[in-house]
Nanobody, 116 residues
Framework: QVQFVESGGGSVQPGGSLRLSCTAS????????LGWFRQTPGKDRERVAS???????FYADSAKGRFTISRDNHKNTIDLQMSSLKPEDTAVYYC??????????WGQGTQVTVSS
């Protein structure tokens, strides 16, 4: 079973940018859909962005135009470039294998805090 490790989170001011990275312990070549999700205390985890094995991408309305997901099947990484960050983007971000609308395998998460 492929495991995932997220990194790149931190604190940033509104309008700033962050690049999250996710490294898989094995090959992601055969994983059809990989996704980035986020969760805040007391709320369900929500999908932020997904990418298929053919490179097709999906973005939540809240992420469209600001976030870009990418995958590198050779490096076994999945990145999320985030720009124009808002306080409501504050959350723990998780990446992993997605089936349907849910993550079925994910890492420990990385905290993103957007605050002035």
């Amino acid at each position: 079973q492929v495991q995932f490790v997220e990194s790149g989170g931190g604190s940033v001011q509104p309008g700033g940018s962050l690049r999250l990275s996710c490294t898989a312990s094995g090959s992601i070549f055969n994983i059809q859909v990989l996704g980035w999700f986020r969760q805040t205390p007391g709320k369900d985890r929500e999908r932020v962005a997904s990418i298929t094995d053919f490179g097709r991408t999906f973005y939540a309305d809240s992420a469209k135009g600001r976030f870009t997901i990418s995958r590198d099947n050779h490096k076994n990484t999945i990145d999320l470039q985030m720009s124009s960050l808002k306080p409501e983007d504050t959350a723990v971000y998780y990446c992993g294998k997605q089936i349907g609308l849910s993550l079925v395998s994910w890492g420990q998460g990385t905290q993103v805090t957007v605050s002035s």
